[in-house]
């Protein structure tokens, strides 16, 4: 089962989770990713949208690596996913004002209703690493190896939604 994984330096002192299942912004993520290829889904139209008709720098947001590291140039390449947190809070308050403020731009997020939820919740995250850094990572076989590390920032135990 795919998950997603938040993590800051200096480490939180508790686990960072979402109340809810992040898999919809995991979906912003990946669709965000393959925007300059001229996909077309509701998701890289938002991307889109952020860039181009608010003039957001969606760079932050689009930084992460999948943890499920192969190799050397993998384990380089999710080293490097991590960024100032600052930055990413910057990027994804930006986001949310975009979603308040104009409802063409909102329209594009409704395909997943809970996705200004976990941008808000993503951006205290950020807020909470202050100084710091931050990195989003994903694995899409989680929980599928024995013994495997990490806890993602799916749903808590009293919100099981993720």
């Known amino acids: 089962m795919p998950a997603l994984f938040v993590e800051t330096e200096p480490p939180s002192p508790t686990p960072l989770r979402f109340s809810i299942d992040p898999q919809p912004l995991l979906a912003l993520l990946s669709f965000g990713i393959a925007e300059p290829y001229g996909t077309q889904h509701p998701l890289t139209?938002?991307?889109?949208r952020f860039k181009t008709g608010h003039?957001?720098?969606v760079g932050p947001l689009l930084t992460f690596y999948d943890r499920d590291?192969?190799?050397?140039?993998d384990v380089a390449k999710l080293a490097a996913a991590w960024q100032?947190?600052?930055?990413?809070?910057e990027?994804?308050?930006?986001?949310?004002?975009?979603?308040?403020?104009?409802?063409?731009?909102?329209?594009f997020a409704s395909v997943e209703p809970t996705l200004p939820q976990l941008l808000e919740e993503l951006e205290a995250m950020a807020a909470g690493a202050g100084t710091g850094r931050i990195q989003i990572s994903f694995s899409l076989t989680w929980g599928d190896r024995p013994g495997e590390g990490g806890e993602p920032a799916a749903a808590d135990a009293e919100n099981p939604a993720g």
Do not use: Q
């Open 45 to 48: 139209e938002l991307i889109r």
């Open 55 to 57: 003039g957001i720098d």
């Open 69 to 73: 590291t192969e190799d050397a140039e």
């Open 84 to 89: 100032s947190a600052a930055a990413l809070g």
């Open 91 to 107: 990027c994804v308050g930006a986001m949310r004002r975009a979603l308040r403020e104009d409802n063409e731009t909102a329209g």
